[in-house]
């Protein structure tokens, strides 16, 4: 991603943070002190620019997975919850419980996040895995953590159950990741 289009993936972030979806392209040109019409060059509408924006922000968390993985200082069942909830601290508070309106407004871009929401769960199975030879956690179907911890965020991100009961996302994930770990320490 070249330098201006990372300006204005963090504009629009930034702006997320203030109004969540009802932001507009206006709103990232003024951020910015651009044109609309240079933003215009670089996004040809703010889908677009949200789908930039979603693959921008699943590589932060596979950058912060990884650094969790890494860390020596952890033992295994803290890396495992704090994989699992991943969400580096520039997107904590910016108000994600708004995002079950991506599926109505957006739905490119909901299929793409659920897409992502899907995949890539090698570092994780791998410690839940370890966390399994070790001991540290009980065999469990690794499928059916998988499955639920998907159908979780999916659902916090269809339904506006988040909005509805006053809960924010982070507590919502740090909620859903404590029943879970519960379940499965030894």
């Known amino acids: 991603m070249n330098e201006m ?3 204005i993936i963090n504009a629009a972030i930034e702006e997320f943070g203030k109004k969540g979806l009802k932001f507009t392209m206006d709103d990232v040109a003024k951020n910015l002190s651009m044109s609309k019409k240079t933003l215009y060059n670089v996004y040809a509408n703010k889908e677009e620019m949200l789908l930039e924006l979603a693959d921008y922000c699943f590589a ?3 950058r ?3 650094e969790i ?3 020596p200082e952890l033992d295994i069942v803290t890396k495992i919850e704090k994989i699992m909830v991943v969400l580096p601290e520039r997107y904590q508070n910016i108000g994600l419980n708004n995002l079950y309106q991506l599926q109505e407004k957006f739905p490119n871009i909901y299929g793409r996040v659920a897409r992502y929401l899907a ?3 090698d570092t994780t199975i791998a410690l839940l895995e370890e966390g399994m030879a070790q001991g540290v ?8 953590v998988k499955t639920m911890v998907e159908g979780t965020i999916q659902k916090f991100f269809a339904e506006g159950v988040l909005i509805e009961n006053g809960i924010g996302y982070e507590e919502a994930l740090q909620e859903m990741i404590s029943i879970i770990m519960r379940g499965i320490k030894e």
């Open 137 to 144: 956690i009980r065999p469990i179907s690794i499928p059916i």
């Open 69 to 71: 993985a890494q860390n």
């Open 5 to 7: 289009k990372e300006k």
């Open 64 to 66: 912060s997975e990884r």
């Open 60 to 62: 932060d968390i596979k």
């Open 119 to 121: 995949t890539d769960w």
